[in-house]
């Protein structure tokens, strides 16, 4: 064995604390620096964050392939069996949400390293805290580190969503501290509920009492379990909890309304993970509670996210609402508790993210061509199409051609071609139209509840009318979408005529460009990408062998001293 191949296969089984350390040391390494040696700062956050995305791409291969020799899976960093210690665990859902959340870091931070790290102090270190608490809230897998790491995240997002300062964003700050201190609250009082019952706060060992619990403590194990619920779909910006998420995401600057796209996703993971763990068929009289809850909520979710997106004018509340329609369609679709539909609903999950991210950046760039350089003007809608009357016939006399033929259009600026082509392909994404992925994730969930044995195998199968219901509603929202998004692009492309070229920087543009081709790669790759969220959701449906690796992995045992005498009947080295 080479000596590089020896250091990969020691260092390979500690590789799942990376994602949690790494940013940690990077955060505290940047508090030490002066506020004025910024390009220091932007160079290690954006190195940190690149190498923060190739560990987490190291760990999805390795979670996709567990068989191989110092495979990952769980980690016990006090080296104390489960449920006594801390425990890490690594999945290929975990592993999914680390790759996702490291691309659209990496994006952010490029696009912020343009202009907006300099608008505030501390941003850099907030926001590798905050990549930090993502990385946490996906690896553990203890519901009190769970609230550690969300802590840690929200306490980060507070200071990013206030980076900038101005009235908008301080008013919305405050109702949005508000609102994630309640469900910190409400998350709290979950968990002291549950460990009264169960005695545990160990995922693994929660799975495994759940389905013993006394039928005198059943309802109030379905109440602690509703309580903590709440906490997770406020972050998931589930309706009527969600009046917080589109102020507070269109005042924070571009990169951080983008980073912020994965904070509801943090919610709905959440949603996801328990609730298939605790409430799966094995839980007894507790199987599949809540179901109607989460899809109804979500349901409601998708109705107002859909309308909200018809009847904003900002492209700031346009992206917002998008965040809360994926949300909505994701919760939705989770309650049907149905192992084709989660693949579905996985692969939407990445497409939407993604898109929702991309759009938050092209709202700053789009806004500040818009206001002639500035993000802060006034937001008036004074476009109109100049060689059109007000019966919307050409007017006489203007933007004419040699033979008097009103021109329909003008050769389009580089830069403008660029914000025009990414915006239509976020409007394709979030819509759910071909070719890109939003389409894809949306056929595989309609062919999931359209065909819940698999094609051909579902005869006499009766969808329901909540099933029918998630049809019309993944449908309509997508045409409501559309309809919002083409207005948006008519009133900021077409319409626009006496403005300047807008000016575009590389680290502008290349942010979102990464977003879009990781979209785009989600469809070259489709079987691929579907494969492994099929796998994802067969092993979320069948949790037993999550449980059995997080139950029975052992500490490792101590090294013999060197000075220690040898056990008789060996031979000393």
């Not at 995401?249 to 943090?266: D, E, H, I, Q």
């Not at 996985?346 to 760039?365: G, K, N």
């Not at 008097?404 to 392909?425: N, Q, Y």
Request: glycine share 10%; hydrophobic share 55%.
């Amino acid at each position: 064995m080479t000596f590089t191949g020896f250091l990969l296969d020691r260092l390979m089984p500690h590789l799942i604390l990376a994602p949690i350390a790494l940013p940690m040391l990077t955060a505290g390494l940047m508090l030490l620096l002066r506020e004025e040696r910024q390009r220091t700062k932007v160079t290690l956050n954006i190195v940190s964050t690149f190498l923060g995305l190739v560990i987490a791409v190291l760990l999805l291969v390795q979670a996709k392939d567990p068989g191989l020799p110092g495979s990952l899976g769980v980690y016990l960093p006090g080296n104390w069996p489960a449920p006594f210690g801390i425990v890490l665990a690594i999945d290929r859902l975990s592993a999914m949400m680390l790759v996702l959340a490291s691309t659209v870091a990496l994006a952010t931070v490029l696009f912020s390293a343009a202009r907006w790290h300099r608008a505030g102090v501390h941003f850099h270190p907030l926001f590798q805290f905050q990549l930090m608490g993502l990385a946490g809230a996906f690896l553990t897998a203890d519901l009190f580190n769970l609230f550690v790491f969300f802590e840690i995240m929200l306490a980060a997002s507070y200071g990013l969503l206030l980076h900038g300062s101005g009235r908008p964003r301080v008013s919305a700050g405050l109702h949005y501290i508000a609102i994630n201190l309640a469900a910190s609250s409400l998350f709290l009082i979950g968990v002291s509920m549950l460990y009264g019952i169960t005695g545990t706060l160990n995922m693994a060992d929660l799975a495994q009492s759940v389905a013993g619990v006394a039928p005198a403590d059943r309802g109030l194990l379905h109440a602690a379990a509703a309580v903590l619920a709440v906490a997770f779909l406020i972050k998931a910006a589930v309706w009527p909890l969600n009046f917080w998420l589109v102020p507070a995401y269109s005042a924070a600057t571009a990169p951080v309304g983008a980073l912020f796209a994965l904070m509801t996703k943090v919610g709905v993971y959440s949603v996801l993970r328990l609730w298939t763990l605790l409430f799966g068929p094995e839980a007894g009289d507790s199987a599949q509670f809540g179901s109607q809850w989460l899809i109804g909520g979500g349901m409601l979710t998708m109705a107002f996210g859909a309308i909200g997106m018809l009847g904003s004018q900002r492209l700031g509340h346009l992206a917002g609402f998008a965040a809360i329609l994926s949300s909505g369609t994701l919760l939705a679709a989770t309650g049907f508790g149905q192992t084709l539909l989660t693949a579905g609903l996985l692969y939407y999950l990445l497409s939407s993210t993604l898109a929702v991210s991309a759009l938050f950046l092209l709202a700053d760039l789009i806004d500040r061509w818009r206001n002639d350089g500035s993000n802060l003007a006034p937001y008036e809608q004074t476009d109109d199409a100049p060689f059109l009357s007000a019966d919307l016939v050409p007017t006489e006399g203007m933007n004419l051609d040699d033979q008097e033929e009103a021109l329909i259009g003008e050769v389009i600026p580089a830069a403008a071609a660029f914000l025009g082509l990414a915006f239509m392909a976020c409007t394709l994404v979030i819509a759910g139209l071909p070719p890109l992925p939003g389409f894809v994730g949306k056929v595989a969930m309609v062919h999931a509840l359209l065909n819940p044995l698999g094609l051909g195998a579902s005869a006499g199968f009766h969808l329901g009318a909540a099933g029918w219901m998630l049809v019309a509603l993944l449908v309509g929202s997508g045409l409501l979408a559309l309809l919002a998004l083409t207005r948006a692009g008519i009133r900021h492309f077409w319409a626009a005529h006496d403005r300047t070229s807008p000016k575009l920087l590389v680290l502008e543009g290349l942010p979102i460009a990464l977003l879009l081709v990781a979209s785009a790669a989600l469809v070259w790759q489709a079987g691929a990408v579907m494969r492994y969220t099929q796998a994802t959701a067969d092993a979320l449906h069948a949790p037993s062998t999550y449980v059995r690796a997080v139950m029975t992995t052992t500490p490792v045992p101590n090294p013999p001293h060197a000075d220690a005498p040898a056990p008789q009947g060996t031979t000393p080295p």
